[in-house]
C-alpha cells in the first residue's frame, strides 16, 4: 500500500470512530464497558462501576476493582434494571480517559437498618464529582 492511500485509509477510519455516537450521545467513549466493579453495601446502597475510558481496560479494570477497592469483577456492564440511577465521572484533566459511569441500588444497611433513595445516590454522585440521572 503506497503512502496515499494509506492517508486516505487513516483519515477515513478517524472519520468513522469521530462519527460513533455511544451511550447518553458522547463520540465514541461509551461503546462497551471495559467490564464493571460492584462496591460492597454501604449507605444504604450498592454501587457498581462501569469502566469506559480509554485508560481501561478489563485487566486494568479487573485489578483495580479486586486488588484497589475490593469489589467484585464482572466482564458485563452494570445492569440498570431495579437501580436508583446512574452518575457520570469524568475525573478533572484526564478528558475522557479516566470516565466511569456509576449504577446505584438501594440496600438496606445491615447496621442502621437504612435503605438509600435516589436523592441519596444523587449526593454520593457529587461526592464524585459527577452528574446524576435518576433512574425512570
Known amino acids: 500500500m503506497n503512502a496515499l492511500k494509506r492517508a486516505a485509509l487513516v483519515a477515513a477510519l478517524g472519520m468513522v470512530s469521530a462519527c460513533n455516537q455511544g451511550l447518553l450521545g458522547y463520540p465514541g467513549i461509551f461503546d462497551k464497558s471495559g467490564g464493571s466493579c460492584t462496591y460492597p ?3 444504604g446502597y450498592v454501587a457498581c462501576e462501569d469502566f469506559l475510558g480509554s485508560d481501561f481496560n478489563s485487566d ?9 477497592n475490593l469489589g467484585t469483577w464482572s466482564q458485563d456492564s452494570c445492569p440498570t434494571a431495579g437501580s436508583l ?14 470516565t466511569a459511569l456509576y449504577t446505584f441500588y438501594a440496600s438496606a444497611d445491615p447496621d442502621s437498618g ?7 445516590a444523587e449526593t454520593a454522585c457529587g461526592r464524585l464529582g459527577g452528574s446524576f440521572a435518576a433512574a425512570h
Open 85 to 98: 440511577g446512574t452518575c457520570s465521572v469524568e475525573p478533572s484533566g484526564t478528558a475522557e480517559a479516566q
Open 41 to 43: 453495601q454501604a449507605n
Open 114 to 120: 437504612v435503605t438509600a433513595n435516589a436523592l441519596n
Open 60 to 68: 486494568v479494570g479487573h485489578s483495580v476493582c479486586v486488588n484497589v
